[in-house]
């Protein structure tokens, strides 16, 4: 997505984030809880020349999502640790930030179905790991 906007939510070491910058993504905004694990994206950030293009943000994703949307996103990206209990919730508090017609991708353990959701585009299973894709 040429000149996207992107979140990476439970962003971990931003490898979601970066990957989406280097095929083009404009600006990435990066939201993690652990601080030493920020302070790691934050690097990786410097070691990539990306610092320019990413915001990093220590926060609770879900915490983060309660907040009015100040922008859209483009694409936004959630990788929660499998054991997550707000999973099923994701969707929901997605939508208020995602652009019109943008898309959130959402890495997730495969006893979380979301098959019968209105929004799921496309539903893929790697072994334990099911990736789908939620379009407004």
Not at 68 to 89: H, M, N, Q, R
């Amino acid at each position: 997505m040429k000149g996207a906007v992107v979140l990476d939510l439970f962003a971990g070491t931003g490898a979601l984030g970066f990957e989406a910058l280097s095929r083009g993504a404009a600006r990435a905004v990066f939201v993690e809880v652990n601080a030493d694990v920020l302070r790691v994206a934050t690097s990786n950030a410097a070691s990539l020349g990306l610092q320019e293009v990413s915001s990093f943000t220590r926060a609770d994703a879900i915490a983060w999502l309660g907040q009015p949307a100040l922008k859209s996103f483009d694409l936004i990206f959630a990788d929660p640790p499998y054991d997550f209990a707000g999973v099923p919730e994701l969707p929901r508090l997605v939508r208020p930030h995602l652009a019109g017609n943008g898309l959130f991708v959402l890495e997730h353990d495969a006893g979380h179905q979301f098959d019968n959701a209105s929004s799921v585009a496309m539903s893929r299973a790697y072994g334990r790991t099911v990736i789908s894709m939620f379009a407004p």
